[in-house]
Nanobody, 123 residues
Framework: QVQLVESGGGLVQAGGSLRLSCAASEDIFSSYTMGWFRQGPGKEREFVAAISWSGGSPDYADSVKGRFTISKDNAKNTVYLQMNSLKLEDTAVYYC????????????????WGQGSQVTISS
């Protein structure tokens, strides 16, 4: 059973930056798409970003394009989400997830999920 462990969440002021990390317990990056999702207060979970096993062009939600960057380090089995110019509406629990093969924005395609990392943006 693959385990995903997120870290790097916290409290930051609007306009600031945070970097989330997600470490996988096994070497899955050669065959899995890695994604980030988030669930804000009173909201449904939504797609944020994804990067395929081949490391091709990532997908981003429109709300984070130009501010967030997803990347991965295959040698460390770790995927990152660099978040810049943070806004109040970015407050959410952020989840790392893994989907076999094809890059996808649909959470139904993701087999493995982390426990979530809280990101809180203050004014």
């Amino acid at each position: 059973q693959v385990q995903l462990v997120e870290s790097g969440g916290g409290l930051v002021q609007a306009g600031g930056s945070l970097r989330l990390s997600c470490a996988a317990s096994e070497d899955i990056f050669s065959s899995y798409t890695m994604g980030w999702f988030r669930q804000g207060p009173g909201k449904e979970r939504e797609f944020v970003a994804a990067i395929s096993w081949s490391g091709g062009s990532p997908d981003y939600a429109d709300s984070v394009k130009g501010r967030f960057t997803i990347s991965k380090d295959n040698a460390k089995n770790t995927v990152y989400l660099q978040m810049n110019s943070l806004k109040l509406e970015d407050t959410a629990v952020y989840y790392c997830a893994a989907a076999p093969w094809a890059q996808t924005t649909s959470e139904r395609e993701y087999d493995y999920w982390g426990q979530g990392s809280q990101v809180t943006i203050s004014s």
